[in-house]
């Protein structure tokens, strides 16, 4: 029994990866290794590295190690640079979950986790995301992750077996291993550590905000509770369970910029005055997932406190001084 997790190298596959060995499932990689990093694949895990765009590699690969189901991870994540980057965005992300669904289709796979983006919902109306809150997606980013949605929909017609399921989530941090840890040049617990680490001073953009001081407040979620998820809807997925369409895995209650860059000095150590920044264009005050139907359904739970993730984060950071 084992299930293919595409991007499985990278930081939140490769914590997926993990999940499903710790659940006693089988699981094998596919990475182009663009962003993710072989050392990140467990010893004894099958590794194919290559692109999901390679439809004949995903085939073979599936057919291989007779794999039960997919988690598509892979694609290229960073939302501020696909607006200047959109085709590259587009071949990776749209073209690439076409690939891997005609590579499912071929090798007869029929159970699919697609790992969406919470980008979908662009900037709400609301301050409380819901499963139903109308999707606008505002980048590329979005947009190919709202197309992976409507191919995983459109699955259903053309595949009596089918069973597809998306996942939405805002800010993955944390880490579940001091082996695995979030190397992206663009998100925040990296940015603020390896500014600290070089002496420098994090900022924070605004912090004249209807919020309770002042910063924008966001979802952030640790990356080994959302892995947890993403293998609990594949074994309901494999016990005949029907899920929902989608899922948010959200907190329910999010967390200010400044609340983090507090818990991150108290957990380093490091004292910090964040310098304020002018306000960025089109950030929303708040955004906030709920999560209750993934809790329902596939195990989703905020298990680790705000201070707990950026302690592991910190601790993962710290094990690798120069790097990935």
């Known amino acids: 029994m084992s299930w293919l997790v595409t991007g499985g190298a990278g930081y939140i596959g490769s914590h997926i990866v993990q999940a499903f060995q710790q659940a006693g499932i089988d699981p094998v990689v596919i990475d182009d290794l663009s962003s993710g990093h072989e050392d990140f694949v ?10 999901v765009l390679d ?83 505002e980048s590329p980013y979005g947009e190919t992750k709202l197309i992976g949605e409507w191919l995983n929909h459109d699955m259903e017609p053309v595949d009596d077996q089918w069973q597809g399921v998306n996942l939405r989530y805002f800010n993955v941090v944390g880490s579940g291993s001091d082996q695995l840890y979030d190397t992206s040049p663009h998100n925040l617990f990296p940015i603020v550590f390896d500014l600290l680490l070089s002496g420098g001073t994090p900022r924070i953009n605004g912090d004249d905000y209807p919020t309770p001081d002042g910063t924008c407040v966001r979802d952030y979620v640790h990356v080994a509770d959302l892995a947890r998820s993403h293998v609990a809807a594949a074994e309901q997925m494999m016990a005949g369970t029907k899920l929902e369409k989608a899922y948010n895995l ?19 150590g490091i004292a910090f005055t964040p310098e304020i920044a002018p306000r960025r264009p089109g950030d929303p005050a708040r955004i906030v997932a709920r999560g209750d139907k993934a809790a329902r359904d596939i195990d989703w739970k905020m298990r680790h406190s705000l201070d707990q993730m950026v302690e592991s984060a910190w601790n993962a950071r710290r094990a690798h001084p120069q790097g990935a």
């Open 250 to 268: 959200g907190s329910g209650t999010g967390s200010s910029v400044r609340e983090i860059m507090d818990a991150i000095a108290r957990v380093t």
């Open 55 to 137: 439809t004949g590699l995903v085939q073979r690969t599936l057919e291989e190690h007779h794999c039960e189901g997919v988690v598509h991870v892979a694609g290229f994540k960073y939302a501020g640079v696909s607006v200047t980057r959109p085709l590259h965005t587009y071949d990776q992300n749209a073209t690439g979950t076409v690939s891997v669904l005609r590579a499912m289709r071929s090798a007869g796979v029929h159970r699919y986790v697609f790992s969406s983006s919470a980008s979908v919902y662009g900037t709400p109306d609301v301050d409380e995301v819901t499963e139903q809150t109308a999707l606008h997606p």
């Open 42 to 51: 467990p010893g004894g895990v099958p590794f194919v590295r290559g692109s």
